[in-house]
């Protein structure tokens, strides 16, 4: 639960800095127990934060890997959209550098008292120019085993230091905030991880249908003696595996995603809907931000996704393209649908969790796709084609 639904009448309530520091790790530790999702939990994280040190914002930022040096904004209170976007995209801070990535590298604490005259925050000068916070402090979040798995930010409006009050109180929080984290994303793991055999088994148990279906229609034309058209019958349904089977398999090399792929092109026929992996498309190996698992929930949800979109079009306009391309430095997943499109305002909406059109769905799914391309420190863009539907566009750095 937010801290600005429930947890204020806690907080606000509170009389003494012990009392809030005590209300804002009770609302965090509310949060996790919860179980939402990973990076709802670190917006609660960063709303805590903010009110604990009477701040305007705050954020967190977690390494994308253990051993890489990437680090990304994953929950943030009160960030202008513009700068949260920038971070996310433009010029994201990494282990070692600025004030963040020294405080990551190093498990210290630090602050910055001026942000217009520490040399410290160069990169990001034209970013700050546009923002109203002056000051900041920088909190690393260390597990009990001294890993060091980000930063939790407090941004304030004003220039000074931060006391050493504010320091031991944000410090206590940090660390608390440090081990939700950690359950949090254990558990948010485990959700992707259920989602992509939920998938995979999906397909696997339409296949077994599939093919039962046919093996009883063979064993009936051999019971009637009609031995030719079994024969036939036979024959195109290892055509059109083949066929198939081979158009995904010459441009996609992950086996796991590739069957996948094959199984979900068949489901999608048998209700009348043409599911395509374009012809440019090429993916020798996936990048080291993303699992087998985490493919199949990537792709296989927007697919869904788009499917669910056209099940209702007419015979032309039942069609799903897939494009996965190779580049130097990220792997780029398009997925293309023919459908009615959506509204702007859902749109902007579409990949929070419980957010969906139809009646019925947990709007897990797309939020899933989310989670697992911030994870990876990649980008999502919709587009809506001017000859109608939806285009999905995930970049994911190598």
Same mark, same amino acid.
């Given at each position: 639960?937010?801290?600005?639904?429930?947890?204020?009448?806690?907080?606000?309530?509170?009389?003494?800095?012990?009392?809030?520091?005590?209300?804002?790790?009770?609302?965090?530790?509310?949060?996790?127990?919860?179980?939402?999702?990973?990076?709802?939990?670190?917006?609660?994280?960063?709303?805590?934060?903010?009110?604990?040190?009477?701040?305007?914002?705050?954020?967190?930022?977690?390494?994308?890997?253990?051993?890489?040096?990437?680090?990304?904004?994953?929950?943030?209170?009160?960030?202008?959209?513009?700068?949260?976007?920038?971070?996310?995209?433009?010029?994201?801070?990494?282990?070692?550098?600025?004030?963040?990535?020294?405080?990551?590298?190093?498990?210290?604490?630090?602050?910055?008292?001026?942000?217009?005259?520490?040399?410290?925050?160069? *990169?990001?000068?034209?970013?700050?120019?546009?923002?109203?916070?002056?000051?900041?402090?920088?909190?690393?979040?260390?597990?009990?085993?001294?890993?060091?798995?980000?930063?939790?930010?407090?941004?304030?409006?004003?220039?000074?230091?931060?006391?050493?009050?504010?320091?031991?109180?944000?410090?206590?929080?940090?660390?608390?905030?440090?081990?939700?984290?950690?359950?949090?994303?254990?558990?948010?793991?485990?959700?992707?991880?259920?989602?992509?055999?939920?998938?995979?088994?999906?397909?696997?148990?339409?296949?077994?249908?599939?093919?039962?279906?046919?093996?009883?229609?063979?064993?009936?034309?051999?019971?009637?003696?009609?031995?030719?058209?079994?024969?036939?019958?036979?024959?195109?349904?290892?055509?059109?595996?083949?066929?198939?089977?081979?158009?995904?398999?010459?441009?996609?090399?992950?086996?796991?995603?590739?069957?996948?792929?094959?199984?979900?092109?068949?489901?999608?026929?048998?209700?009348?809907?043409?599911?395509?992996?374009?012809?440019?498309?090429?993916?020798?190996?996936?990048?080291?931000?993303?699992?087998?698992?985490?493919?199949?929930?990537?792709?296989?949800?927007?697919?869904?996704?788009?499917?669910?979109?056209?099940?209702?079009? *007419?015979?032309?306009?039942?069609?799903?393209?897939?494009?996965?391309?190779?580049?130097?430095?990220?792997?780029?997943?398009?997925?293309?649908?023919?459908?009615?499109?959506?509204?702007?305002?859902?749109?902007?909406?579409?990949?929070?969790?419980?957010?969906?059109?139809?009646?019925?769905?947990?709007?897990?799914?797309?939020?899933?796709?989310?989670?697992?391309?911030?994870?990876?420190?990649?980008?999502?863009?919709?587009?809506?084609?001017?000859?109608?539907?939806?285009?999905?566009?995930?970049?994911? *750095?190598?």
């Amino acid at each position: 639960m937010h801290v600005s639904e429930t947890a204020p009448r806690t907080l606000s309530d509170a009389a003494s800095s012990a009392d809030r520091q005590l209300a804002a790790i009770m609302a965090v530790s509310r949060a996790v127990a919860e179980g939402g999702e990973l990076d709802e939990t670190l917006d609660h994280i960063a709303e805590a934060s903010a009110y604990l040190a009477g701040a305007n914002a705050a954020a967190v930022f977690l390494r994308t890997s253990e051993s890489g040096d990437g680090l990304a904004l994953r929950g943030q209170h009160g960030l202008r959209p513009e700068f949260r976007e920038r971070l996310a995209t433009g010029l994201p801070p990494r282990v070692g550098e600025g004030v963040t990535g020294i405080a990551v590298a190093t498990g210290e604490i630090l602050a910055s008292e001026d942000v217009r005259r520490d040399e410290r925050l160069d *990169p990001w000068r034209d970013v700050l120019a546009h923002e109203t916070f002056r000051s900041f402090i920088a909190l690393p979040l260390i597990l009990h085993d001294g890993r060091v798995i980000g930063a939790l930010l407090v941004y304030r409006d004003e220039t000074g230091i931060w006391d050493e009050q504010e320091q031991v109180f944000l410090a206590a929080l940090a660390d608390h905030a440090a081990i939700a984290t950690r359950t949090a994303n254990l558990l948010d793991e485990t959700r992707r991880q259920v989602e992509g055999l939920s998938l995979l088994v999906r397909s696997l148990r339409a296949q077994g249908h599939e093919h039962s279906n046919r093996l009883h229609t063979i064993y009936g034309l051999l019971t009637l003696g009609e031995v030719e058209q079994a024969r036939r019958m036979i024959g195109a349904v290892e055509e059109q595996y083949h066929s198939s089977y081979a158009h995904v398999t010459a441009r996609i090399e992950n086996p796991v995603l590739a069957g996948f792929l094959v199984a979900e092109a068949g489901i999608a026929r048998l209700s009348g809907i043409e599911l395509r992996v374009d012809r440019r498309s090429r993916l020798t190996t996936l990048p080291g931000g993303l699992s087998d698992l985490d493919a199949v929930t990537l792709v296989g949800n927007l697919l869904h996704n788009a499917v669910d979109a056209v099940s209702e079009m *007419p015979a032309g306009r039942r069609k799903v393209t897939l494009r996965i391309l190779e580049r130097p430095r990220s792997l780029s997943i398009v997925v293309r649908d023919r459908g009615p499109g959506v509204d702007p305002a859902f749109e902007r909406r579409m990949f929070e969790a419980h957010t969906s059109t139809k009646e019925g769905h947990s709007g897990i799914g797309l939020a899933l796709v989310r989670g697992i391309v911030l994870r990876a420190n990649g980008t999502i863009a919709v587009a809506r084609p001017a000859s109608g539907g939806l285009e999905v566009t995930v970049e994911v *750095p190598r």
